[in-house]
């Protein structure tokens, strides 16, 4: 019995070093079907998501925003506990030989002294007497010492990838509105004659797909993290991103094709392996983003901002073929992670965050004019 109760602790004690291992330092995808850290979001995120559901709007968002944060602190306190329980497990295959000023040694007691271990109190009232607790005692100090220095080094990683990825969806605002959308985005850029602005902002969002791709793989958790506008988030820019080169390429005429072909390509990689990365069910009846009223009003908004469709092929039958190739996993993702897509069009006038004003309507929508109204001639 004591043999097998010693062989559960040294199980347990490796499968939570190597998921600790694999989940702050190994930086690449674990295709592994359980893992602890696994485990314990699936745990803890599907209830802590239906009961936000029952809230308004704007408490239910607030709420979800607390999820990610707090799931590391959860995340910590599962690895420790299950440390110290392993170590107290294996104390008490040992026969609990420690030394109590009152009492007799039991489980408890064991797993008492492994907690004042694992976090070096060093209280004396409980301590090994045989060698082979010492030499426990001893590793699990120096155990417990290394997994607080790394995790000390584990928090602040997560909120520079955070950071990283926040200041691009805050420079996407002005660029394709709040919240962005395709059209919005491709319409604002209507004055850019040699398409030298376009080429450079898809530029930017191919390797910020990408950087997302990476620190998403290695640190899943920055998903559950939402953005400080409620308007705003990586799941909608990555799909603005991919709307918007999806209608580049099918294509608008004389427009930077080639560098929406690099950016869809990259967007849509990320989107699939992070559906993949969490599991997210494809949904049995995908929603319509993109009706055949506002795609009449897709056309008809970037036609009047002087920009043409090619004559060739179907295109919004091409565009169709296009969507199908990322919407299932993006709505996938939006369904599991309680982030709502952004649309094609507009469907409500409205500032951008950065017209926002704290003390009353001190501003009001600008309305950006191409050289065209403005009167100006063209250089």
């Not at 959860?74 to 294996?90: E, K, M, N, R």
């Not at 469709?309 to 369904?335: C, I, K």
Request: glycine residues 6%; proline residues 5%.
């Amino acid at each position: 019995m004591h043999m097998l109760i010693a062989v559960v602790g040294v199980l347990l004690l490796v499968g939570v070093l190597r998921d600790a291992f694999e989940t702050i330092i190994l930086p690449r995808r674990i295709s592994r079907r359980f893992r602890l850290t696994n485990l314990v979001y699936r745990l803890t995120w599907r209830p802590w998501r239906a009961v936000a559901e029952h809230f308004p709007p704007k408490v239910r968002e607030g709420s979800l925003s607390w999820f990610g944060p707090i799931s590391l602190f959860v995340l910590l306190i599962v690895w420790a506990s299950s440390i110290i329980l392993a170590f107290g497990l294996i104390h008490w295959a040992d026969g609990s030989a420690v030394h109590m000023a009152t009492g007799i040694p039991d489980f408890g007691n064991d797993v008492y002294l492994s907690g004042t271990t694992f976090f070096t109190l060093g209280m004396g009232d409980v301590t090994p007497i045989s060698t082979f607790a010492k030499a426990i005692t001893v590793i699990e100090a120096g155990l417990g010492f290394a997994f607080l220095a790394i995790v000390i080094g584990y928090i602040p990683v997560i909120y520079q990838n955070f950071s990283r990825r926040e200041w691009a969806i805050s420079l996407l605002d002005a660029r394709a509105g709040s919240p962005p959308c395709a059209s919005e985005l491709l319409w604002r850029h209507r004055d850019d004659e040699q398409r030298a602005e376009l080429v450079a902002l898809l530029a930017d969002w191919e390797r910020w797909s990408a950087e997302v791709l990476e620190s998403h793989l290695s640190y899943p958790v920055l998903a559950y993290f939402r953005s400080q506008h409620t308007n705003q988030s990586w799941l909608a820019a990555l799909t603005t991103i991919l709307d918007s080169s999806a209608l580049v390429m099918v294509g608008l005429d004389g427009w930077c094709m080639r560098q929406a072909e690099l950016t869809f390509a990259m967007a849509r990689h990320a989107a699939v392996d992070l559906a993949q990365v969490f599991n997210a069910s494809r949904p049995s009846e995908p929603p319509d983003r993109l009706s055949d009223a506002d795609y009449q009003t897709l056309i008809t908004r970037l036609e009047a901002g002087g920009m043409r469709f090619r004559s060739t092929g179907d295109v919004q039958a091409r565009l169709g073929e296009l969507r199908e190739m990322y919407e299932p996993y993006v709505a996938a993702l939006s369904n599991y992670l309680a982030i709502p897509l952004p649309t094609w069009v507009r469907q409500i006038e409205r500032p951008d965050n950065w017209q926002g004003a704290p003390w009353g309507s001190t501003t009001r929508p600008l309305r950006t004019q191409s050289r065209r109204e403005r009167g100006e001639e063209h250089f």
